[in-house]
């Protein structure tokens, strides 16, 4: 992808017509374009009342204009804010004057974008800012704040600097092989790439938070028929949205609900009831059920007294980083009282999801799973960043194993090549266009 050298304008995010409102240029035109707007030349990064005029000199409105000369701006390029009052029909009469002037409509993102490739930001914190912009918790947004200025980038380029010692350090074998020392026995190499294993794995715990403080969680809810799984995602949401009736078998598909809980997204998915059935219809939403359960970040077993410790079973789809919560219900028939067990790996619930006891447990129990780990230098995080992440792990695991085989070091060499590459993903040093023309066209307007 190229930088153009063309002049892009855009409306930034405004505060409603009582509200102040922006106009947002960048580009080689902007010194023009400050001065047809202010009547003078402005004065970089300072504040300037200015009556704003169309071509024919008639009054648009009345604000300040700042003026910020490339490199030291936002884009690395010059940049022109005009701030006015917030009504769509003054911001709009301002844009419309700066097109008139020489610029273009700005693409989705296209801000970010030019500051990306203009070196002021790379692409985990270009990111970063979107994330800011759609936060929908307090946690989400300092996360997405500290990605912004480089934590979550920062982490990983430490990684890569090891990578890349540690490929110094098996290449230098492989470039003289007529020395009579075996370079790849020596036991550093192990321990170097046990270390960097071992940070990788740390870092993707965390960019897997990071990822839920960023969306929110997915929730699968499984467990056998009539266990009171849709009756449960009824109860969560607040609404009707599943049918339920004392028919086994009634839920054929994957039912998604998102919900906010305090801020949190909650992405809940009702799935089939996990059983043996002759029913083609029915044994493909078991199926739908079980790949839900294999890709979701939180795995609820729906069940009752009886059948509380044999339908565990059915947890065994799920990632060993899944976390997993046992929800025994229909407590109103008198089978137990509401109440909550922790263990280290397993959280048990008792509730009756059809009149709520007990559900305000399950409630909190989420809360925290969602937003753990949203302390001190917690960062934001994209689901594109752990896939990256984990095919950077599986190169690593690859390099380990070739260590031991013939070829050892060539094979190494190409799996940490591929490991840096993938590595590089997150923070753009590798990139396709592809993967920035999705990225910044799911950015809004002006930014």
Aim: charged share 25%.
């Amino acid at each position: 992808m190229t930088l153009g050298a063309d002049t892009i304008a855009a409306i930034a995010t405004g505060a409603g017509a009582a509200g102040v409102g922006a106009v947002r240029v960048s580009g080689p035109l902007v010194p023009l374009i400050a001065a047809s707007m202010l009547g003078r030349e402005p004065k970089p990064r300072h504040a300037h009342f200015a009556a704003f005029r169309d071509a024919d000199g008639e009054l648009i409105d009345r604000g300040i204009l700042l003026y910020f000369p490339g490199p030291a701006s936002y884009t690395g390029e010059h940049v022109l804010e005009l701030q006015g009052h917030g009504s769509a029909v003054l911001l709009d009469a301002l844009l419309r004057r700066c097109i008139s002037l020489g610029a273009r409509l700005a693409r989705p993102g296209e801000f970010t974008e030019r500051a990306f490739l203009n070196g002021k930001l790379d692409l985990a914190q270009a990111e970063a800012v979107a994330d800011v912009v759609s936060a929908t918790s307090e946690a989400g947004a300092r996360a997405a704040l500290r990605s912004m200025e480089g934590v979550f980038s920062a982490r990983v380029d430490d990684l890569l600097a090891e990578l890349i010692a540690l490929r110094v350090h098996i290449e230098a074998a492989i470039d003289f092989p007529e020395e009579e020392i075996d370079f790849l026995a020596d036991p550093v190499i192990g321990e170097q790439l046990a270390a960097l294993r071992a940070n990788l794995d740390a870092l993707l715990i965390e960019t897997r938070r990071g990822v839920r403080l960023n969306d929110g969680i997915s929730v699968a809810i499984v467990g056998r028929p009539n266990a009171g799984k849709s009756s449960l995602l009824n109860a969560l949401a607040g609404a009707e949205r599943a049918i339920v009736t004392d028919i086994a078998g009634t839920t054929r598909d994957v039912l998604r609900e998102a919900i906010n809980l305090d801020g949190v997204t909650l992405e809940l998915a009702d799935t089939a009831g996990l059983r043996d059935s002759d029913d083609i219809v029915e044994r493909e939403g078991i199926r739908r059920a079980r790949a839900q359960l294999e890709r979701c970040d939180v795995a609820i077993l729906v069940t009752d007294q009886e059948h509380a410790r044999s339908d565990r079973v059915f947890l065994d789809g799920a990632p060993a980083h899944t976390s997993q919560i046992v929800v025994v219900n229909k407590i109103d028939l008198g089978t137990g009282r509401a109440r909550r067990e922790s263990t280290d790996k397993l959280d048990t619930i008792w509730l009756s999801a059809r009149t709520g006891e007990g559900l305000d447990a399950l409630r909190d129990l989420l809360r925290s799973l969602a937003t753990a780990g949203a302390g001190e230098g917690a960062f934001s995080a994209r689901r594109r960043h752990v896939v990256a992440l984990e095919h950077v792990q599986d190169h690593l695991n690859c390099a380990a194993y070739a260590l031991h085989g013939a070829h050892a070091g060539e094979l190494a060499a190409e799996e940490l090549r591929h490991a840096q590459q993938a590595l590089g993903e997150i923070t753009g040093a590798y990139s396709s266009d592809d993967l920035l023309g999705a990225i910044f066209s799911s950015f809004c307007i002006g930014k």
